[in-house]
């Protein structure tokens, strides 16, 4: 389970930076699209601004569903491996102060709970993705179908779903044995 929780966050990282760069390319287009149709550039450069113009400078088309559609990826992505080795945020001001057994407790009820969640997510996924393929939706600039992101999306939730009742297993093993199998909190380091 840790390892496809590093190659999932691994995967998300890879299309997290391919759309920051995406983004990069787009906000630059857009940039020198705007300098080289302003009154200046065209009274400075003449054709050659003109000729910028005509090579396509500009923003990427469709650039902000192409975005749209990688977060979602990249997030369920993460996820795994946010939940295995246990990266999500916490408060434990009221329970750093209890018994060991009662804070296995917590993280056994937490752990349950989070894993019907992602299972309710991942179904909900499945469901939207296909009622985009029933009525053949599509995006507005890129005209692709919009179940594909919705499938993207699908692949790391299904498997951060199975991560999170694995750890609500692993958990509830630990409650009842009374012996740690996986540190809370251990980071990405255990």
Request: hydrophobic share 60%; charged share 10%; glycine share 8%.
């Given at each position: 389970?840790?390892?496809?929780?590093?190659?999932?966050?691994?995967?998300?990282?890879?299309?997290?930076?391919?759309?920051?760069?995406?983004?990069?390319?787009?906000?630059?287009?857009?940039?020198?699209?705007?300098?080289?149709?302003?009154?200046?550039?065209?009274?400075?450069?003449?054709?050659?601004?003109?000729?910028?113009?005509?090579?396509?400078?500009?923003?990427?088309?469709?650039?902000?569903?192409?975005?749209?559609?990688?977060?979602?990826?990249?997030?369920?992505?993460?996820?795994?491996?946010?939940?295995?080795?246990?990266?999500?945020?916490?408060?434990?001001?009221?329970?750093?102060?209890?018994?060991?057994?009662?804070?296995?407790?917590?993280?056994?009820?937490?752990?349950?709970?989070f894993s019907f969640a992602l299972i309710l997510i991942a179904w909900r996924l499945y469901?939207?993705?296909?009622?985009?393929?029933?009525?053949?939706?599509?995006?507005?600039?890129?005209?692709?179908?919009?179940?594909?992101?919705?499938?993207?999306?699908?692949?790391?939730?299904?498997?951060?779903?199975?991560?999170?009742?694995?750890?609500?297993?692993?958990?509830?093993?630990?409650?009842?044995?009374?012996r740690t199998i996986i540190h809370v909190g251990g980071g990405a380091e255990h």
């Amino acid at each position: 389970m840790n390892k496809i929780a590093r190659y999932m966050a691994i995967l998300g990282g890879i299309i997290l930076t391919l759309l920051v760069l995406l983004t990069c390319v787009s906000v630059a287009g857009r940039a020198l699209n705007t300098l080289f149709h302003s009154g200046l550039a065209q009274s400075l450069l003449g054709d050659a601004a003109q000729a910028v113009l005509d090579a396509g400078v500009g923003p990427v088309l469709g650039d902000f569903e192409l975005v749209e559609a990688g977060i979602a990826f990249a997030i369920f992505a993460f996820i795994p491996l946010c939940q295995i080795t246990g990266g999500h945020a916490s408060v434990d001001i009221f329970t750093s102060a209890l018994p060991v057994k009662a804070n296995r407790f917590i993280q056994m009820i937490v752990e349950i709970l989070f894993s019907f969640a992602l299972i309710l997510i991942a179904w909900r996924l499945y469901d939207g993705m296909q009622s985009k393929m029933r009525y053949n939706e599509t995006t507005f600039l890129l005209q692709f179908p919009i179940w594909w992101a919705y499938a993207a999306s699908l692949v790391p939730a299904v498997i951060a779903a199975v991560v999170a009742v694995y750890m609500a297993v692993v958990r509830i093993a630990e409650f009842f044995s009374g012996r740690t199998i996986i540190h809370v909190g251990g980071g990405a380091e255990h």
